[in-house]
Structure formats: structure tokens, C-alpha cells
Antibody
């Protein structure tokens, strides 16, 4: 069974750094792109970026380029999303997703990680 | 960047009724790369339709997708109580993904 299991909720202060994780199982982790999707409170879905764990090829949405860093450790089948300096506006639910290249869709979703940034 | 517009913003219907949701793109989208997702409160979205018209694994046949070019439609033939949710369309092209703003289907 394909699963994407994300790390738990985080409460941080503005200016702090953060790295959240997404562990894939039940499939060949290095053969599928893993993406990240943001959902701000009460809002829609925004694609942030995507990484191919096989060779760490990474693409970012222009809206998030330079704001976050996406990485992956294929030895432990885990992808990461990190911030060096959080802002209150980073408060959101973050989902990792598996990208099915043949269909152009996100066929599996993690359960989400809620990040709250507040002073 | 391709912008997706969904209409209506909210659709108020009764169980058993037919729901028709629209997704319009600012430029032509490959039908192979148009998908629909359902999101219920407190849950992650789930894939319903990919390739504009193919149902994902385990999706009931009351859900169907159609369309091409810039106009796509998600149809729910007879609404079940569990279908009241928010629905998003999404496109992929040139290594970029965009989502529509969503249509909320609520109980009339």
C-alpha cells in the first residue's frame, strides 16, 4: 500500500527555521516525483515545488522560489520542506504529494502538516 | 502561467441531484494533464479524475469528467451525502502545476 506519512504539527515563532518531512512507503521512492502543496487557512491549494528523489532534480513554483528549500534523502525514502526564517504568513497546512508522471496528477497525498507561526 | 477558473464558487444541491462543475483554463491544457480532486473538511484532498476523464482507483462511477482545450467539466450524476465537499481542478504543463480556486458543493 502506497503511503506518504508526514511529520507532526509545528508551532514556531517568526524568524525561526523549520524542516518538515514526508516518508514514502509501499512503492519505489526514487522512481516518482514528490511535491509539496500549501493550503492557507480557509483557502485553496497552491503548488510549491517538486523533487525527483532519484537524482534530486528540483523544480519550484515562481511564487515559492527562494522562500523554501525542498530536498530528499533517498536512503530513508524521505522528502523535506524547509524554511530558514519563518513568517506569520507561512501559517498553513502543508501536504506532500506523489506525482504520477503519466497522468500529470497527484495520486497520493500525505495527511498534512500544520505549521503555525506566531509570536 | 496557466490560470484555472472554476464555477460556480458554491453549488447548493440536494442529495440525489446532479452536480455539474466547470473548470476553465486561460490557455489550452493537454487533456492528459487535467485532474480533479475532492477535499472534505479536515481531510487531505484525494484524486478523483485524471487525464480529464479517467476515474482514479476506487472512485464511484457517479463521478465523471469530460472536456478538452480550455473547458473541462466534472459531473456527479446523483449526489450522495458523502459527496458534499470542495472540488478542485488542476493542470500540469511545462513542469508547472496550477490549481483552480475550488467549487464548494453544499447541501441545499
Amino acid at each position: 500500500e502506497v503511503q506518504l506519512v508526514q511529520s507532526g504539527a509545528e508551532v514556531k515563532k517568526p524568524g525561526e527555521s523549520l524542516k518538515i518531512s514526508c516518508k514514502g512507503s509501499g512503492y519505489s521512492f526514487t522512481s516518482y516525483w514528490i511535491g509539496w502543496v500549501r493550503q492557507m487557512p480557509g483557502k485553496g491549494l497552491e503548488w510549491m515545488g517538486i523533487i525527483y528523489p532519484g537524482d534530486s532534480d528540483t523544480r519550484y513554483s515562481p511564487s515559492f522560489q527562494g522562500q523554501v528549500t525542498i530536498s530528499a534523502d533517498k536512503s530513508i525514502s524521505t522528502a523535506y520542506l524547509q524554511w530558514s526564517s519563518l513568517k506569520a504568513s507561512d501559517t498553513a497546512m502543508y501536504y506532500c504529494v506523489r506525482f504520477a508522471t503519466s497522468s500529470g496528477s497527484f495520486d497520493y497525498w500525505g495527511q498534512g502538516t500544520l505549521v503555525t507561526v506566531s509570536s | 502561467e496557466i490560470v484555472l477558473t472554476q464555477s460556480p464558487g458554491t453549488l447548493s444541491l440536494s442529495p440525489g441531484e446532479r452536480a455539474t462543475l466547470s473548470c476553465r483554463a486561460s490557455q489550452s491544457v493537454s487533456s492528459s494533464y487535467l485532474a480533479w480532486y475532492q477535499q472534505k473538511p479536515g481531510q487531505a484532498p484525494r484524486l478523483l479524475i485524471y487525464g480529464a476523464s479517467s476515474r482514479a482507483t476506487g472512485i464511484p462511477d457517479r463521478f465523471s469528467g469530460s472536456g478538452s482545450g480550455t473547458d473541462f467539466t466534472l459531473t456527479i450524476s446523483r449526489l450522495e451525502p458523502e459527496d458534499f465537499a470542495v472540488y478542485y481542478c488542476q493542470q500540469y504543463g511545462s513542469s508547472r502545476f496550477t490549481f483552480g480556486p475550488g467549487t464548494k458543493v453544499d447541501i441545499k
